[in-house]
């Protein structure tokens, strides 16, 4: 027997109209770039700031797990290391750690994470922490991006 507590999927619904209304096209751009330099802050300006506060403590729990671990932050202003072919997947690697955003050259500057330390057990799982960080921002990025389109509720 049906119930009447069921969402309404009803997209002429004026509630979820409205939650799906796709924004200006600077606004989604802004929104991205935010999302990208403080990871949740995205989100935050489209309004969704339950989302913005579990996806901004999400990447900074997995980055300071990482750097707990003695991770390595790979550095895109070593130029000789970013144009060398010896060893691709810091390429990789620094790629996704991008993803954290402004954390990462701050970070840098500051000296944490520079430093190889192979003698910690945990040094290649702190690395991955940092990278799997990045790219989970990524995500949040198009997910910042869909939901300024107004595919998304």
Known sequence: MPTTDAPSLNRKDPATASRLAPVAVSRRIVACLAGW???????????????????????????????????????????????????????????????????????????????FEFKAATYEYGTYFLVVAGLLNYLAIFDAFDIAKGRKA
């Open 37 to 115: 330099l403080v990871p949740g802050l995205g989100h935050a300006l489209l309004g969704r700031h339950g989302r913005a506060a579990l996806i901004g403590f999400s990447i900074y729990a997995m980055t300071s797990l990482g750097l707990l671990m003695r991770g390595h932050l790979y550095s895109p202003f070593d130029l000789d290391e970013l144009f060398s072919f010896r060893d691709m997947l810091s390429k990789v690697c620094l790629i996704g750690q991008i993803g954290i955003g402004a954390l990462q050259p701050i970070l840098i500057a500051v000296g944490v994470g520079t430093d």
